[in-house]
C-alpha cells in the first residue's frame, strides 16, 4: 500500500511516518520547505503546497490512501485560516478525486466550529468537505497533544512546571482541557491505516480524564515537588492584548469553546486506552508524588 502524508514534516508527521516504517507501508512525504526527520523509515518526499492544486494532482499519481495533516494553526489574519485549511483541504479532496485515490483519512481538531475562533471554524469547513466529497473517509479530532517536547500547549505547561515558580492561569481556570499522549495518537491513525476496519466516521482522540486548567497546572506542580506562584490572567485583558498582536486572536476563544470528551466510538472499533498524564510523568519523569 501506498500512504501520502501531508504535514509529513511535523512532530506528528515525523512520529507517524516512523511508526509506519515499521509496517512495510510505502510512504510518500508531503513537504513545504521543512526536510524529514524520521530515522530508520523509508519516504519518498514529494514537495507541493496545498494551495498548488497542479503540484498536489501529481504527487498523488497512484496513491492508495492519503492522510491529511498538514494544517495552519496560528495565524495573525483570520482569512489565512480559511485559505489553507478549507481551500487547502478542497485542493486535497480534488487531487484525490482526479487521481482516484479512493481514501482519505483527516486528522482535524476537537477545537471545532464557529465558537472555537477562526481556526476552529476552517477545520468544521475543511472537514464537511471531506465529509461530502464521496471519498472514502475517516476524520480523527484530537485533543491537546503532549509528549513532543514542544513550545506550547501542555508541553509548554509541563516545561513549566519543571522549570519555573510562576504558572499562568487564564480567567478563574475552570475550562476544561484532556491532554493526549502522542503515542496514542499514532496507534490509532497506524491502526486505521493499516487495519482499514471502517470508514465514514469521526472520532474524537483524547485522554482518560477531563482536567480544568487550574486542575492540571497544579498537578504538574504536585508532580515536581515545587512551590508555584500561579497567576491569573484575566480573559478580558488577554482579547485585548490579542488585538495588538501579542499573541493569535483565536487563541482565547479555542481555549474557552466547549469540546466533546466522548472516545466511546474509539474504544468500540480501535480498543482505543489511552495513557493518563499522570502515567505519562510517571514514566518520563519519575514517580507521581501527589494526585
Same mark, same amino acid.
Given at each position: &500500500?501506498?500512504?501520502?502524508?501531508?504535514?509529513?514534516?511535523?512532530? @506528528?508527521?515525523? #512520529?507517524?511516518? !516512523?511508526?509506519?516504517?515499521?509496517?512495510?507501508?510505502?510512504?510518500?512525504?508531503?513537504? $513545504?520547505?521543512?526536510?524529514?526527520?524520521?530515522?530508520?523509515? #523509508?519516504?519518498?518526499?514529494?514537495?507541493?503546497?496545498?494551495?498548488?492544486?497542479?503540484?498536489? !494532482?501529481?504527487?498523488? #499519481?497512484?496513491?492508495?490512501?492519503?492522510? $491529511?495533516?498538514?494544517?495552519?494553526?496560528?495565524?495573525?489574519? =483570520?482569512?489565512?485560516?480559511?485559505?489553507?485549511?478549507?481551500?487547502?483541504?478542497?485542493?486535497?479532496? %480534488?487531487? /484525490?478525486?482526479?487521481?482516484?485515490? =479512493?481514501?482519505?483519512?483527516?486528522?482535524?481538531?476537537?477545537?471545532?466550529?464557529?465558537?472555537?475562533?477562526?481556526?476552529?471554524? %476552517?477545520?468544521?469547513?475543511?472537514?464537511?468537505?471531506?465529509?461530502?466529497? *464521496?471519498? !472514502?473517509?475517516?476524520?480523527?479530532?484530537?485533543?491537546?497533544?503532549?509528549?513532543?517536547?514542544?513550545?506550547? *500547549?501542555?508541553?509548554?505547561?509541563?516545561?513549566?512546571?519543571?522549570?519555573?515558580?510562576? &504558572? =499562568?492561569? @487564564?480567567?478563574? *481556570? +475552570?475550562?476544561?482541557?484532556?491532554?493526549?499522549?502522542? +503515542?496514542?495518537?499514532?496507534?490509532? @491513525?497506524? &491502526?486505521?491505516?493499516?487495519?482499514?476496519?471502517?470508514?465514514? #466516521?469521526?472520532?474524537?482522540? /483524547?485522554?482518560?480524564?477531563?482536567?480544568?486548567?487550574?486542575?492540571?497546572?497544579?498537578?504538574?506542580?504536585? $508532580?515536581?515537588?515545587?512551590?508555584?506562584?500561579?497567576?491569573?490572567? =484575566?480573559?478580558?485583558?488577554?482579547?485585548?492584548?490579542?488585538?495588538?498582536?501579542?499573541?493569535?486572536?483565536?487563541?482565547?476563544?479555542?481555549?474557552?469553546?466547549?469540546?466533546?470528551?466522548?472516545?466511546?466510538?474509539?474504544?468500540?472499533?480501535?480498543?482505543?486506552?489511552?495513557?493518563?498524564?499522570?502515567?505519562?510523568?510517571?514514566? +518520563?519523569?519519575?514517580?507521581?508524588?501527589?494526585?
Amino acid at each position: &500500500m501506498k500512504v501520502l502524508i501531508t504535514g509529513a514534516a511535523s512532530k @506528528l508527521g515525523e #512520529k507517524l511516518i !516512523e511508526s509506519l516504517g515499521e509496517s512495510g507501508v510505502e510512504i510518500v512525504a508531503l513537504v $513545504h520547505e521543512k526536510r524529514i526527520n524520521a530515522p530508520g523509515a #523509508k519516504v519518498t518526499p514529494v514537495s507541493a503546497d496545498l494551495l498548488d492544486l497542479a503540484g498536489l !494532482e501529481n504527487a498523488f #499519481k497512484n496513491i492508495d490512501l492519503v492522510v $491529511h495533516l498538514a494544517a495552519l494553526t496560528h495565524a495573525r489574519r =483570520p482569512a489565512d485560516y480559511f485559505k489553507v485549511n478549507v481551500i487547502g483541504t478542497k485542493n486535497v479532496i %480534488s487531487a /484525490c478525486q482526479k487521481n482516484k485515490v =479512493p481514501r482519505l483519512i483527516f486528522v482535524s481538531t476537537r477545537a471545532i466550529g464557529e465558537k472555537a475562533g477562526a481556526y476552529g471554524q %476552517s477545520k468544521y469547513l475543511a472537514e464537511q468537505a471531506v465529509v461530502t466529497s *464521496g471519498l !472514502e473517509w475517516l476524520i480523527f479530532r484530537p485533543s491537546e497533544i503532549y509528549g513532543l517536547n514542544g513550545k506550547e *500547549g501542555i508541553d509548554r505547561l509541563i516545561n513549566l512546571a519543571q522549570n519555573s515558580f510562576l &504558572m =499562568p492561569i @487564564l480567567g478563574r *481556570g +475552570q475550562y476544561a482541557l484532556n491532554p493526549v499522549y502522542f +503515542q496514542d495518537v499514532i496507534k490509532v @491513525l497506524v &491502526m486505521a491505516i493499516t487495519k482499514p476496519k471502517f470508514a465514514n #466516521k469521526l472520532y474524537t482522540v /483524547c485522554g482518560p480524564k477531563d482536567y480544568s486548567y487550574k486542575e492540571l497546572t497544579v498537578l504538574l506542580a504536585n $508532580h515536581f515537588r515545587k512551590k508555584k506562584i500561579f497567576i491569573p490572567l =484575566p480573559v478580558g485583558a488577554l482579547k485585548l492584548l490579542s488585538w495588538f498582536g501579542f499573541f493569535f486572536q483565536d487563541q482565547v476563544p479555542r481555549l474557552l469553546a466547549a469540546k466533546s470528551s466522548d472516545i466511546s466510538a474509539l474504544v468500540k472499533d480501535y480498543e482505543f486506552q489511552p495513557t493518563s498524564i499522570a502515567e505519562y510523568l510517571n514514566r +518520563q519523569y519519575g514517580s507521581f508524588s501527589q494526585l
